[in-house]
């Protein structure tokens, strides 16, 4: 695989996910945030089943080691095409195809840096002939607020292949709500935001309210990320959006989203599969993982309920800093 032309902070971030250790299956359930990473793929798993449709050819936008693989999979696409600024991960996520998905869909791999390099530029370069039915982007458009030409080229990337009618769909960083929870912080002389688990940082020029662009954090998640993003400014990602034919159709925050789609039985039976939540009684989780607290949940067992299922406080406090969104190609 060619090296990635990236430059600045793109190939900082590109060289950071790389690098992120890929956890083992086995040592995967252990690790403590496992329900947390199975809720996050539960509600890309439900952005998928709700856009995608068998036979359908797809972008997926900044792939990183094809963490959607199984679920390009389940969901019987004819083709997908992913790409990603990071070189060692599209590598990885080539070989986990090959041994596992090659017999189930045709896929192209790429490198290049979605905020700077139109397909024609990526390595290898994209025939832009090919026409997409949708296109993903999950946990990455926060990458490419960093400058509004950046943002404009990331936005030409998810449009100008899509079809009419087709649809851009992922998730990303609900910006109101960090800065929200920040101001609070701020209030009671916090410099950050978090717990045991992740913290948000903004740097000592951090002005309030945030500038379009360039609105800088620092994000870290136990001991897998520590990387800088930007705060995603909708009303503009909308316009430069609808100036690309695509119009926002959904945006919810992840808890809204949740309640929503967990009345269909069928979800909650795919919540079930994957594990997602915690069962938990009154003594407490049925699994002990450190720093992560249930009294919340524990509370609520005792009365009508034996026990519940739910992320820990200090996960949810996580999971809930993000968005799900959908645009249509009209
Ligand atoms: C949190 S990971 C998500 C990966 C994948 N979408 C998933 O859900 O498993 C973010 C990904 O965005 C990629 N990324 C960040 N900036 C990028 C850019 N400018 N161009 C392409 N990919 C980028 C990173 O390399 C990383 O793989």
């Known amino acids: 695989m060619a090296a990635s032309s990236a430059v600045g902070h793109a190939s900082r971030v590109g060289q950071h996910y790389s690098q992120v250790k890929q956890v083992g299956l086995d040592k995967r359930d252990e690790a403590r945030i496992i329900k947390m990473r199975n809720f996050n793929n539960f509600i890309k798993s439900l952005l998928i089943n709700m856009y995608t449709n068998q036979g359908d050819t797809v972008f997926d936008m900044a792939s990183g080691k094809g963490g959607d693989l199984n679920k390009w999979s389940s969901r019987r696409v004819r083709h997908v095409t992913f790409a990603d600024v990071a070189s060692e991960s599209v590598q990885q996520s080539r070989e986990r195809y090959e041994e596992r998905h090659k017999s189930k869909f045709s896929a192209s791999f790429h490198v290049g840096d979605l905020t700077r390099a139109v397909p024609q530029r990526w390595e290898p370069s994209l025939d832009t002939s090919i026409k997409f039915d949708v296109v993903s982007c999950q946990f990455a458009l926060h990458y490419c607020f960093e400058s509004q030409k950046q943002c404009k080229t990331f936005v030409k ?77 909708f009303p503009v990602l909308e316009d430069i959006c609808r100036q690309n034919g695509l119009k926002l159709i959904m945006k919810k925050s992840f808890g809204d989203f949740f309640k929503q789609q967990i009345k269909d039985e069928d979800n909650r039976k795919l919540l079930e599969r994957m594990g997602s939540l915690e069962t938990v009684t009154e003594d407490g989780p049925q699994t002990k993982r450190p720093k992560l607290t249930y009294k919340h949940a524990e509370a609520r067992c005792g009365f009508d309920h034996d026990q519940v299922g739910t992320l820990s406080k200090q996960e949810w406090e996580c999971a809930s800093l993000y968005v799900v969104f959908a645009f249509k190609k009209e």
Do not use: C, M
């Open 157 to 233: 990337n998810a449009a100008q292949n899509l079809k009419r009618g087709g649809y851009f769909f992922g998730t990303t960083i609900w910006s109101e709500e960090v800065v929200r929870r920040f101001r609070e912080a701020k209030a009671h002389g916090y410099s950050k935001f978090g717990n045991d688990i992740f913290s948000v940082k903004f740097p000592a020029h951090y002005q309030d309210p945030p500038s379009i662009f360039n609105a800088v954090y620092n994000y870290q998640l136990e001991e897998q990320v520590n990387i800088e993003e930007f705060l995603v400014y």
